[in-house]
């Protein structure tokens, strides 16, 4: 098991800028696929980006591409998402999520351990 604790949301203009930060504790951080989804108000969670156990591939929701970047950092047990041109539909609360498993996966039913998530508000 590992424990996720997202940070680094808050309110942001339009084409604003957030990077999210993912700590996590427990064991072996490096053995965990790691991904970002996101919920808005009344609508369901939807997968933003996943990224590899080495780092070495990563994975993005169509909508995100060029936009948004994720990356870890293994030893500080960390996962980060850099989000550039930020819109106001992309208000919603972000989760950091974690599969025990070798493959990426944009299926959020696959992962296992999830964060409490952070809000982003994206003002127009």
């Known amino acids: 098991q590992v424990q996720l604790v997202e940070s680094g949301g808050g309110l942001v203009q339009t084409g604003g800028s957030l990077r999210l930060s993912c700590a996590a504790s427990g064991r072996a951080f490096s053995s965990y696929v790691l991904g970002w989804f996101r919920q808005a108000p009344g609508k369901e969670r939807e997968f933003v980006a996943t990224?590899?156990?080495?780092?070495?591939?990563?994975y993005y929701a169509e909508s995100t591409k060029g936009r948004f970047t994720i990356s870890r950092d293994n030893a500080k047990n960390t996962v980060y998402l850099q989000m550039n041109s930020l819109k106001p539909e992309e208000t919603a609360v972000y989760y950091c999520?974690?599969?025990?498993?070798?493959?990426?996966?944009?299926?959020?039913?696959?992962?296992?351990?999830w964060g409490q998530g952070t809000r982003v508000t994206v003002s127009s």
């Open positions: 999520a974690a599969r025990p498993y070798s493959g990426i996966s944009y299926f959020a039913s696959e992962y296992d351990n």
């Open positions: 990224i590899s156990r080495s780092g070495g591939i990563t």
